[in-house]
């Protein structure tokens, strides 16, 4: 069981009671920084991708992962029709506190609306956990469509980090897919039981697309190796 380290992170901040940021670190990546103030962040302080994808948001919108809400948040305040779900109970917490009107804690494979966008950023393919598991989550996200529906997901291309100085790569083929990451966090000395992390270049992406059914564009390039794709 996780303790939501997270989520008390988000109830802390939202509270007043910011002192630290969150840790986080991965399987082939050194301890990072989350500063807490960055998921609580406007519109403007958005990475490009992401203002794009909530500009092309429309109709009954689902927020996946919503964390702060901070993309429901933009979305409600435009008057549009959004729900926003997650795990963590902080973060539901912490969504309710802010004003969204339809938060729930459940995770997405048990959600059974349907939907006109489904939103799913800051690395959306990380929920999938596993490249196993990319197709089981393709097929609930896509019942989960209203006919002219769309998913648009996030994430980046990983094998950068497995470069070496010269260009070279180490990448060790037995490990599996180099975008299937386990994922630390801790916060104010607390550590989170470890999660599966998956990042997602764009042709696995849409190659997982074609064998569930569904169409998978490239509406844009972020700036470090990230992109936002259109599933429909």
């Known amino acids: 069981m996780t303790k939501d380290l997270f989520g008390k992170a988000l109830l802390d901040y939202q ?99 349907t939907f006109d966008t489904i939103l799913l950023l800051m690395n959306g393919t990380g929920i999938f956990q596993e490249l196993s598991q990319v ?10 469509l209203k006919s002219e529906g769309q998913i648009l997901i996030d994430s980046s291309d990983i094998s950068y980090m497995y470069e070496d100085e010269d260009g070279g790569m180490w990448l060790d083929l037995n490990q599996g897919y180099p975008g299937e990451l386990d994922y630390f966090l801790s916060y104010k000395g607390e550590k989170e039981t470890p999660m599966k992390w998956l990042y997602l270049d764009f042709e696995t992406l849409k190659t997982a697309c074609l064998t569930v059914g569904l169409k998978c564009e490239k509406i844009m390039d972020g700036a470090h190796f990230d992109y936002l794709a259109k599933l429909y």
């Open 15 to 113: 509270n007043g009671k910011y002192s630290e940021d969150i840790i986080t670190s991965t399987n082939i990546s050194d301890e990072d920084t989350l500063p807490l103030p960055y998921l609580f962040r406007k519109y403007t302080e958005m990475p490009k991708l992401e203002q794009k994808a909530l500009q092309l948001s429309k109709g009954h919108i689902l927020d996946v992962g919503c964390g702060a809400a901070s993309h429901a948040l933009w979305l409600q305040e435009k008057g549009l029709n959004v729900k926003a779900i997650d795990n963590s109970k902080g973060a539901i917490e912490v969504a309710l506190k802010r004003g969204i009107i339809n938060v729930k804690r459940i995770p997405l494979l048990e959600e059974t609306e």
């Open 135 to 144: 197709s089981t989550y393709l097929k609930h996200l896509k019942s989960l």
